[in-house]
Each structure stands twice: as C-alpha cells, then as structure tokens.
C-alpha cells in the first residue's frame, strides 16, 4: 500500500560518532568512509533513513549541506510551529497533524494550509531537491482491529497527498515530490497515552538533493 512515486539517486551508508560535528563536518566525514559513490536508492526507508542513506559526503556533500543549512533556517522562520531538524546533508520538517488536520481529516485547515504555501515559497528557490512527503497516524491500542489499521493506513495516505498537492500548487514542481505512508505502523512515541498519540499523529517531510544538485556540487568542487 506504501507507494513510492520517484526513486532517488544515493548509496545508503551509515554513519556514528560524529554527535560532536557540525552539519558541514558530517557531510566531510561521511564522504571520506564512502568514497563519494553514487549507488541506486528505491526509497524502502521513512524520512530518517532516507536523509542518512542518501548523503553523498566529501566537498560536494558539504557543500550542500552549507545550502541545507541555509534552508532549514529559511524553513525555521517561515513555520515557527513545525520542528526543523537537519539530518546528515538533509532537512527533516515534522508537523503535527493537528497543526494542518482536523482529528480524523485529511483536508487541510487554514492554519494547515497557510503554513505549507510559506514552506512551499521556500522551496521553490530551492529547485533541484527531492521532498518525500509521508504520512503517519497514531495506533490506540485500545482500538486494535485490522479494519482500524486500514482505515489509519488511508488517512495517513490522504493526508500525505493532500500536503504534496498542496505544495505542488504552491509551486514546488510536481516531479519533485514524493509521497509515502505507514498509517500507525512507525510510531516515534508510545501510544499508551493521548499525549503521546498525538506527536504520532504526524506528517514529516525529508528534503534531499536531487541528481542535478549532486552534479553541481560535484563540479565545484573539483
């Protein structure tokens, strides 16, 4: 049920020990354990694993990654309520579904909608990027059923739909996003309380440099 609309171009790597570095400084270091090898990624990963698996390294990765940080204090003013988070030479943008959704809902509210045409303002200076737009419910167990886990696999893909539609009508080109959903099945917190069923009802979005950037990069740096 999980669809994946475009495949990126990385080679998935893994990374440790670098908590102390800067954004910039992981870029390096990670491209000195990969060679800087571009492999093929399908994206099988959430946002998280997407972000570290599809980091490039070495001068070219830090070089996006000065762009990255640029961006994320770009995104950070423009949506003060939303949490922006730079991973490896990525964005992660996490955005509560109560913040963009009535409970239950995938159609955005105003306050929703208003604040994804301010992300969309910011990414369409930034062109040659992937954003992967995936959704995410909570799971009560208390509500345990196999049609109630359907029924949170749909709104998670309504809703993740819903915010790249958005986008794409903010301006963000249509071949640059990527929609993806897992209903409850990826919760960040336990769901053993509301409170925490409420961080997992989520829509996260991870921005990372397309082909195009990569080659720019690329050639600066040689």
Not at 94 to 119: C, I, M, P, R
Request: hydrophobic fraction near 40%.
């Amino acid at each position: 049920m999980k669809k994946t609309l475009l495949v990126l171009s990385a080679f998935a790597i893994l990374f440790a020990g670098c908590s102390s570095m800067s954004n910039q400084g992981k870029g390096t270091a990670i491209g000195a354990a990969a060679g800087g090898v571009l492999g093929a990624l399908i994206f099988k990963n959430d946002v998280a694993g997407a972000l570290i698996g599809a980091a490039i390294g070495g001068a070219a990765g830090n070089l996006i990654g000065k762009s990255m940080d640029k961006q994320a204090q770009e995104l950070k003013q423009a949506i003060p309520d939303a949490q922006v988070e730079r991973v490896g030479e990525g964005i992660n943008v996490t955005f509560d579904s109560e913040l963009l959704f009535q409970k239950g809902s995938a159609k955005l509210s105003q306050d929703g909608a208003d604040a994804l045409t301010k992300v969309g303002k910011v990414f369409v200076n930034y062109p040659d990027q992937y954003v992967l737009c995936e959704g995410h419910t909570s799971a009560d167990p208390a509500l345990s059923s196999e049609a109630n886990a359907q029924a949170n696999m749909k709104l998670s893909e309504q809703r993740a739909k819903s915010v790249a539609q958005h986008l794409e009508d903010a301006g963000v080109p249509k071949a640059n996003l990527i929609t993806k959903w897992y209903g409850g099945e990826r919760p960040k917190f336990s769901n053993d309380t509301e409170e925490s069923r409420v961080k997992n009802r989520r829509v996260e979005l991870g921005i990372i440099a397309n082909e195009e950037a990569v080659k720019k990069a690329q050639e600066q740096t040689q």
